[in-house]
């Protein structure tokens, strides 16, 4: 009985593990970019009892209340070139200050139905974001995700209505492996500022999908849903980064700035 139990704790625990981010990349990603960070500070945020990297960059002028957290794509860091990076060091620029958060990830041959059970890990690690930022003085939060990540803070942001302020999407497609990674049924519950973008030259999924994320923005009846694609662009925004940077800030000062002069 005593070996039959303890075969069974391994086993519990080989479980736990396969299922678990991978914390030892995390980690070696944390040290590479905190030896190389040029704008922003590195820091650490804990859900529950694990800590993961975050990166703080704040508003060129000064605290604005104002925020955003950035969330990365499949595989992918707080740092990454295409998309995050951008984004992170761009948004500042105009009084939004940003938070990019580590996600949970997986070897690099891991495939998107092993992402499955790291959508339970995501919500927390968000959860701490908003806190963090809360904590730091801002009083407006916005999440903007790209692809997997889009999906894993659209699921956050059904599931937490109040969390934030409002969801910016960036290449999201609809996954219908499991309901947890399914954005449209997330979008489906979703009644805060929505803006859907997307590249003309994006990946085949995410084209193929505009019609049935838009449906669920309308099943939800969100009239603050907006969806737009950006010309020329492809998955990662290569050679539109600044039009990518442009886009997301223009949709945050329409909905979150208050206007100036008479």
Not at 66 to 74: K, P, Q, R, T
Request: aromatic share 8%; glycine share 10%.
């Amino acid at each position: 009985m005593r070996n039959i139990l303890l075969t069974m704790f391994i086993f519990s625990s080989w479980l736990t593990t396969a299922a678990a981010s991978d914390l030892e990349k995390e980690k070696r990603w944390s040290a590479q970019i905190s030896d190389s960070l040029l704008t922003g500070e590195v820091c650490e945020l804990k859900a529950g009892d694990t800590p993961f990297m975050g990166i703080y960059t704040e508003a060129d002028a000064g605290p604005t209340g104002n925020a955003v957290i950035l969330v990365h794509g499949i595989g992918a860091h707080p740092d990454w070139p295409e998309v995050i990076h951008p984004l992170r060091v761009g948004l500042p620029e105009h009084g939004w200050s940003t938070l990019s958060v580590q996600m949970p990830v997986l070897a690099n041959d891991a495939e998107l139905k092993d992402y499955l059970p790291l959508f339970d890990e995501s919500g927390p690690r968000l959860k701490a974001a908003v806190d963090y930022l809360h904590q730091n003085g801002a009083k407006t939060v916005v999440i903007v995700a790209h692809s997997l990540g889009a999906s894993m803070a659209a699921r956050f942001v059904a599931d937490n209505p109040g969390a934030v302020n409002g969801l910016v999407i960036i290449g999201m497609t609809v996954i219908e492996l499991d309901d947890k990674m399914n954005g449209a049924l997330a979008l489906e519950k979703i009644t805060l500022p929505v803006f859907d973008l997307y590249g003309s030259r994006d990946l085949d999924g995410v084209l193929a999908s505009t019609d049935a994320r838009a449906r669920a923005a309308h099943k939800a009846g969100n009239s603050d849903y907006r969806q737009l694609a950006i010309e020329g662009g492809d998955h990662f925004y290569v050679g539109s980064e600044d039009e990518l940077v442009r886009r997301v800030y223009g949709w945050l000062k329409a909905h979150y700035e208050q206007p100036t002069g008479n």
